[in-house]
């Protein structure tokens, strides 16, 4: 079956404009994740989404990102005004209900001029 | 402070050799992932340890984990120029279930 997709791939934007990011889940899986990765890092968690219940923001970095899922499937991750340091790959991931085994999409390289 | 340590961080290898990559914890862990990120692509999952002790082999690639559940190792065999990427471990921690906490990696390269 098809797997977690992320769109754009590539994004450009200039420091101080709003970027969004899209992430298509595996379909049935419940979980989603939003995860973001610098040259050569590891990876650094963001938000988490199970179901209907309230997410775990305890990543966000400030209170410029924002996520939200709309009918338990697609995700938005949202970056306002932004800066040369969210310059990243930002990886969603999907999983199961009762498993913590998390299926990525390809990721989307932000690029903050 | 990171939950999970990984070491080395860096590993560069010539093909054939045998190589061992850590993943250690204070805390305990229900169950730890491995998975391997070539780049330009998201990590792909190896494999899920879940029992203190348990081996598991998938081809070249042996885990364990430790009795105790707060280490892991993955050795690898032989490696091949395919084998190159970053390694990464992932553990839950408590009963958040779904939330994984990932160790920063360690970057093979293997030289053919």
């Known amino acids: 079956g098809a797997g977690v997709s992320q769109s754009p791939s590539n994004k450009v934007t200039e420091k101080g404009k709003d970027v969004e990011l899209r992430c298509d889940p595996i379909s049935g899986h419940t979980a989603l994740y939003w995860y973001r990765q610098s040259l050569g890092q590891g990876l650094e968690f963001l938000i988490y989404?199970?179901?209907?219940?309230?997410?775990?923001k305890s990543g966000l970095p400030s209170d410029r990102f924002s996520a939200e899922r709309t009918g338990g499937s697609v995700s938005t991750l949202t970056i306002q005004r932004t800066q040369q340091e969210d310059s990243a790959v930002y990886l969603c991931?999907?999983?199961?209900?009762?498993?913590?085994?998390?299926?990525f999409g390809p990721g989307t390289r932000l690029t903050v001029t | 402070t990171q939950l999970l340590e990984q070491s080395p961080q860096f590993l560069s290898i010539q093909e054939g050799e045998n190589l061992t990559v850590y993943c250690n914890s204070s805390s305990v862990f229900s169950s730890l992932q491995w998975y391997r990120q070539e780049p330009g692509e998201g990590p792909v999952l190896l494999v899920t340890v879940v029992t203190g002790g348990e081996v598991k082999k998938l081809k070249r690639l042996t885990f364990q984990f430790g009795d105790a559940r707060k280490d892991s190792s993955l050795h690898i065999t032989a490696a091949q120029p395919g084998d190159t990427g970053l390694y990464l471990c992932a553990g839950p921690v408590g009963s958040t279930l779904g939330r994984l906490y990932f160790g920063r990696g360690t970057q093979l390269t293997v030289w053919p």
């Open positions: 991931a999907s999983s199961q209900r009762q498993t913590y085994e998390q299926y």
């Open positions: 989404f199970q179901g209907n219940s309230a997410p775990d």
